[in-house]
């Protein structure tokens, strides 16, 4: 699985953890050693991108043409490549007829050596079939590098069925989302679109899939959830709906990454290049997390630090659900409006948004929001997940990835204050006269939208825009988005920079620039939003 999370860095699920000049590995024998070089240059390939490939590949072809010709390799048998399982044994894969060692590659894993390690002594195509990234030329090259054997001519391919697609069985998706990753299936809803009404269509909803989508009965659908000493709750989707009074609560979700694009333009990131459309309001409905917890055996308070964790259907080859958490005091809170949801705007959970059971925390980033739920469960400590305790963390611009360290920075749970242009697009040419302006605006922890400004001429002057009626919300429980519009007048041949920022009820607001908030993984991107437009002669 020499390349298992390559396209989980694209897509935003696995990071790199570099860690120069400290191997816990035995070292290889002088052959293998020779081939550090290719490991180091695999590395960066996976960590900096297309670039670093293309540059890779140019100089292999300059000295693949003074190369002597092509060696004869060994023949090996499976069975004895499974012998090759740990770095003690060498660790090899095979990938078609070829026997690859990358014994010197695990410790430049960017998911991690344990992640690897579950294609040691096997075939590759199972795990590539999970990520599409690999079965590309670039990929495939540099893992020649790595090449120190083939199969023997007796030994039968692989099973065509251990590499089936893991994504055929993944629903169909609406041709209007901007697509950012085919497999997993991540796209957001396009920015035109996006306030035009104040709930986000289901079919529109952005969506962010970190692994393939699971198939449910729900008929057989258990929701297991651990009370206090060792009792378990076990809850079928009917009992969820009928022993618990149904709720709903109109909430906005936002994906950590939203608007990473700018943050690119800036510096590198690694991540799901997405625009301003990884977000969306629905109405949610079904039970509280809190009736459910009480009804565990729960308490409303518990002292010292706790924390409620869900782990989804969701899995990766190695079997380890996508998982977060959220403080216990929040998901027992009755102002904190978390839910257990079954309903999304009147109607049952589509499949690509968590059917049949989801959590949905309002307030806080998207990724705590677990989708096809199937436990909850109370500890002293944040969920172990590789989401909760590396990614979704913010670090300072000066952090790089030779640097970091991910216990340094707390979990993302509420973001920051939004907002946002979705009308005119950039680049557009707009009619002289009058110019309407629209864009939503929203903030984490239940803080209303109080404002939103917006200038014309890149910030130099100011104009409010006028708050566009929505749902009525609580104070301190304002979930939801607020979308504005501004209409102002505007001049034949003027070259115009809008540029919005948003204010909400803590007056907190928005930073004018990207790059004092840039982070190597481009999340908490929310600097005052630029649109360059033309008006027409």
Same mark, same amino acid.
């Given at each position: ?7 989980a860095i694209a897509?935003?699920h696995?990071l ?8 816990r ?9 020779g ?19 293309? !540059?890779?590949?140019?100089r ?6 003074q ?5 004869r390799?060994?023949r090996?048998?499976?069975e =004895?490549v499974?012998?090759?399982?740990s770095p003690?044994?060498r660790?090899?894969?095979?990938? !078609?007829?070829? +026997?690859f060692?990358v014994t010197?590659?695990v410790?430049l894993?960017?998911g991690g050596a344990?992640?690897l390690?579950?294609?040691?002594? !096997?075939?590759? =195509? ?5 990520y ?12 020649r590098?790595f090449k120190?054997?083939?199969l023997?001519?007796? =030994?039968?391919?692989?099973d065509p069925?251990?590499?089936?697609d893991p994504f ?5 998706r ?11 299936f991540?796209a957001?809803?396009?920015?035109e679109l996006l ?9 529109? @909803? ?5 692994l393939?989508?699971?198939?449910v009965?729900?008929?057989s ?5 651990e !009370?206090?000493e ?6 079928s ?5 009928s022993r618990f009074?149904?709720?709903e $609560? ?18 590198p990131v ?17 039970a509280?997390?809190r009736?459910?917890?009480?009804h ?7 002292a010292? =630090?706790?924390? +409620?964790?869900?782990?989804g259907l ?5 079997? /380890?659900?996508?998982?977060?958490s ?5 998901a %027992?809170?009755p102002s904190?409006?978390?839910l257990?949801a079954?309903?999304?705007?009147g ?5 690509d948004?968590?059917f ?6 309002p307030?806080?980033v998207?990724?705590?929001s %677990?989708?096809?739920?199937?436990r $909850?469960?109370v500890?002293?400590a944040?969920s172990?997940?590789?989401?909760q ?5 913010g @670090? ?9 360290d991910? &216990? ?5 749970q509420e ?12 680049g /557009?040419?707009?009619p002289p006269?009058? #110019? ?6 929203w903030?984490?922890?239940g803080?209303?939208?109080?404002? $939103?400004?917006? &200038?014309l001429d890149?910030g130099?002057?100011?104009?409010v825009?006028? #708050? ?11 979930w ?7 209409? +102002?007048?505007v001049?034949a041949g003027?070259?115009l920079?809008?540029v919005c920022?948003?204010v909400?009820g803590s ?11 840039w982070?190597l993984?481009?999340?908490? &991107?929310?600097?005052?939003?630029r ?7």
């Amino acid at each position: 699985m020499l390349l298992l999370r390559a396209a989980a860095i694209a897509a935003g699920h696995r990071l790199p953890l570099p860690r120069r000049g400290c191997s816990r590995f035995a070292p290889g024998n002088p052959a293998a050693g020779g081939r550090r070089g290719a490991a180091t240059v695999l590395a960066a390939l996976l960590g900096l991108g297309a670039a670093l490939a293309y !540059g890779e590949r140019r100089r292999r072809v300059a000295q693949a043409a003074q190369a002597p010709p092509s060696r004869r390799y060994p023949r090996y048998t499976r069975e =004895e490549v499974g012998r090759h399982r740990s770095p003690q044994d060498r660790v090899w894969v095979t990938h !078609g007829t070829d +026997v690859f060692d990358v014994t010197d590659f695990v410790e430049l894993h960017p998911g991690g050596a344990e992640k690897l390690l579950l294609a040691a002594g !096997g075939a590759l =195509e199972p795990f590539w079939a999970l990520y599409a990234f690999h079965n590309q030329p670039h990929v495939l090259e540099l893992l020649r590098e790595f090449k120190v054997g083939e199969l023997s001519p007796d =030994e039968a391919p692989p099973d065509p069925s251990a590499a089936q697609d893991p994504f055929a069985g993944d629903p169909p998706r609406h041709p209007g989302l901007r697509i950012s990753s085919q497999k997993p299936f991540n796209a957001e809803t396009p920015a035109e679109l996006l306030t035009e009404r104040f709930l986000t269509p289901n079919e529109l @909803f952005f969506t962010r899939n970190h692994l393939p989508v699971p198939t449910v009965d729900p008929g057989s659908y258990r929701l297991h959830v651990e !009370g206090p000493e060792g009792r378990v709750l076990s809850l079928s989707l009917s009992e969820l709906r009928s022993r618990f009074p149904r709720h709903e $609560v109109t909430a906005t979700l936002q994906c950590a990454g939203n608007r990473r694009s700018e943050m690119s333009r800036v510096r590198p990131v690694k991540g799901l290049p997405w625009d301003i459309g990884a977000i969306g309001t629905a109405r949610w409905g079904g039970a509280r997390l809190r009736d459910v917890l009480l009804h565990a055996g729960f308490g409303e308070e518990r002292a010292g =630090e706790w924390h +409620v964790c869900f782990e989804g259907l969701d899995a990766d080859p190695g079997g /380890a659900p996508y998982g977060a958490s959220i403080p216990y005091g929040r998901a %027992v809170s009755p102002s904190a409006d978390v839910l257990l949801a079954y309903e999304m705007n009147g109607e049952e959970l589509p499949r690509d948004h968590g059917f049949p059971v989801r959590v949905v925390v309002p307030g806080v980033v998207g990724a705590r929001s %677990v989708k096809w739920l199937r436990r $909850v469960a109370v500890s002293a400590a944040e969920s172990p997940s590789h989401w909760q305790r590396i990614d979704y963390r913010g @670090f300072a611009p000066c952090v790089d990835w030779d640097s970091v360290d991910y &216990s340094a920075a707390p979990a993302i749970q509420e973001l920051p204050v939004q907002s946002a242009i979705t009308h005119p697009r950039p680049g /557009a040419a707009v009619p002289p006269g009058e #110019l309407t302006v629209k864009g939503y605006a929203w903030s984490g922890g239940g803080r209303d939208v109080v404002r $939103v400004d917006v &200038s014309l001429d890149g910030g130099r002057s100011w104009r409010v825009a006028r #708050l566009v009626e929505g749902e009525r919300q609580a104070l301190g429980r304002a979930w939801a988005w607020k979308l504005w519009e501004l209409q +102002v007048p505007v001049a034949a041949g003027a070259e115009l920079e809008i540029v919005c920022k948003a204010v909400d009820g803590s007056y907190n607001v928005q930073p004018d620039t990207v790059a004092p908030i840039w982070n190597l993984r481009g999340v908490l &991107s929310n600097a005052w939003h630029r649109v360059r437009v033309t008006v027409t002669r």
